[in-house]
DNA sequence: CGCGTTTACGTCGTTCGTAACGATA
DNA sequence: TATCGTTACGAACGACGTAAACGCG
């Protein structure tokens, strides 16, 4: 058995049973990954794939257990390539983030400025997507961290640590009736125009919803978007209040920005990564520029919990930094 | 990187850091063990060895990380092929069970017997040990389980999965006057006599004493033994009277037996093994002919879990039988 | 001078890529 | 006939073992 014969069958697997496609992403001939195949098929004396015919058509229930363990046996070999980078300090290589529109839009641009300035040498991938296509990416090796708001329960085989909390903003044109508030806005108040928000991709949304039914009211939401700017276009346009994260709201923005802190529950944004995984260097660097409580030593303990529970529990007496909008550092949330 | 290098790696670090005995037990040359470790060196571009002029000094801290993952991955390795060979249904090979003497002399010469009849080509090691020892050798992968009573703590990376409880027996020459006792035994009786029990090396003993000093009673220990055919000799000899494991009572024994459940806290003893490593499926077997309840199904849900504390979740409702003396099957407790 | 490691070198097995062949849709 | 996998073969590479040199106690 050789790490190559693993790494052959790892590539077949994930390249749809196409023996010719991956030999191509492993940079080989296709006789070569056939033939490393039929080495291990004979070594462990076990049928990994069903044939139909000269093709594969499935893995066989004992092969998928073998690909299981291929993927750990696999991954620890990255892990030991990954600490011998960095103890050299080896500060070049690929960090491939996912995250939401907000994140990317108003949050990141500060810290990746931040991050350039220690790391130019490191090439950065930005991806966007929902928590469901960013807890595929993270699985699938895409990107080395997702951040997002919410959606814990998809990212079941991460780290998820908790980053910051954040309120919601309301927004609306100067001429609007709401910009001339005098008290505390209410939710009866904002129940009493239509509402432009986001879609929200998880419990998100709901939990907007229940802020109203706890009231006994129903929004009128009469539109929504995934991102912010565009709510921002159609508040404009006077097609409604807007609600987005405080974080969206730029002081150069020509609408009048209330605080609804306290109006809805505030949502909490965490950082995830494979567990299993030895981040590098700059990695953990980036967490802490990130998200400042971060420590690289509060991450090596949340390495080390067993569980997303253990995690939590490192968590349960750490104060959350809140984050306003206009590009506000953190502030502390009390 | 190979799976070679890797091996060659532990070998040296498993043999005192000395490339001659490693590649003798690896069956190989001298030179050929130097030269892979100097190729894994110089691809990740790491120093794994302190070296003092030309031999090697000790290992370095990022050479120790890298030694810990080598060691997952050649389990995985490992745990790759017995899964091969599982399926095969394959029935030969070693099973090495370290324990007791208690369980080695008295329970498991009925099970060994047993399971010889499913699978007479697995060869049988009988180690035995304290505790100490016992979590030493399984932690050396010299045994597959340990099977012990109490010392959970010891067995720290283990599952420790519970097999049956057991009380103590005492045991007096027929001519001793509690041998005539018409009531039940009182554990004051007990402290009005010199006793003969077990040497226990872990938390045995202090329950033993514990259970006197609740009555204000201090016990007169004049000999102690890790072994009852020992205690029984001493207490046939009239040194005192015996208190010994249930099990160890044998009908046929010339000593008069008077159960003293209830006088002490009833002990389990477990089966345990590495929480990281694939079983033979005879190993699995030879489980639940040692303890019934041990059906695969629940050693897989047992493997499943974390930690042990979710080990101890899934027997929280189960059952344990009780095990008395004279070779008696296990019965129900209640 | 013995012990243990490194260097040097010839041999052998393995992997690789190319090319030809076979089966399937 | 196009696609995909297997078989065949020569070239290159890499690991192994032996032998000899080197350092250290």
């Known amino acids: 058995m050789t790490l190559r014969q693993l790494r052959y069958l790892l590539a077949i697997v994930d390249n749809g049973l196409n023996i010719t496609a991956a030999s191509e992403k492993l940079y080989t ?3 070569g990954v056939s033939k490393q195949i039929r080495l291990l098929e004979e070594e462990l004396d076990l049928r990994l794939f069903e044939r139909k015919g000269r093709s594969l ?18 991954q620890e070999i990255d892990n030991i390539r990954t600490l011998a980078l960095n103890t050299r300090h080896e500060a070049d290589g690929t960090l491939a983030i996912g995250t939401t529109h907000t994140q990317a839009r108003y949050v990141l641009p500060e810290v990746i400025a ?3 300035e220690h790391y130019p040498n490191v090439a950065l991938e930005l991806h966007q997507g929902t928590s ?32 910051y909390r954040w309120d919601r903003t309301i927004l609306v044109p100067r001429e609007h009736e709401l910009a001339r508030l005098d008290g505390p806005l209410t939710i009866d108040a ?17 939990s907007l919803k229940k802020a109203f039914a706890a009231e006994g009211l129903t929004p009128d939401v009469v539109f929504t978007a995934r991102d912010a700017d565009v709510i921002k276009t159609y508040v404009r346009m006077g097609m409604g209040v807007g609600i987005v994260a405080s974080m969206a709201h730029d002081c150069g923005d020509d609408l009048v920005a209330i605080d609804a802190e306290g109006l809805f529950p505030r949502s909490t944004t965490w950082i995830g990564f494979r567990r299993d995984t030895v981040l590098r260097r700059y990695m953990s660097h980036f967490m802490e520029l990130f998200a400042p409580h971060l420590t690289d030593a509060l ?6 919990a067993a569980d997303q529970s253990g995690v939590d529990a490192i968590f349960r007496d750490v104060d959350l930094p809140l984050r306003g909008g206009c590009g506000q550092a953190p502030a502390d949330a009390d």
């Open 114 to 116: 931040r991050f350039r």
């Open 299 to 304: 991450v090596q303990r949340c390495l080390a």
């Open 190 to 206: 904002l129940a009493r125009h239509p509402l432009v928000t986001y879609v929200f991709s998880f419990s998100g949304e709901s």
């Open 132 to 163: 469901e296509q960013l807890a595929d990416m993270v699985e699938a090796h895409q990107i080395d961290f997702a951040i997002a708001t919410g959606g814990q329960d998809l990212f079941a085989d991460l780290v998820m640590l908790p980053c």
């Open 57 to 74: 058509a499935s893995v066989t229930p004992a092969g998928e257990e073998v690909v299981a363990r291929a993927r750990t046996v696999l």
């Open 29 to 31: 001939s296709q006789p």
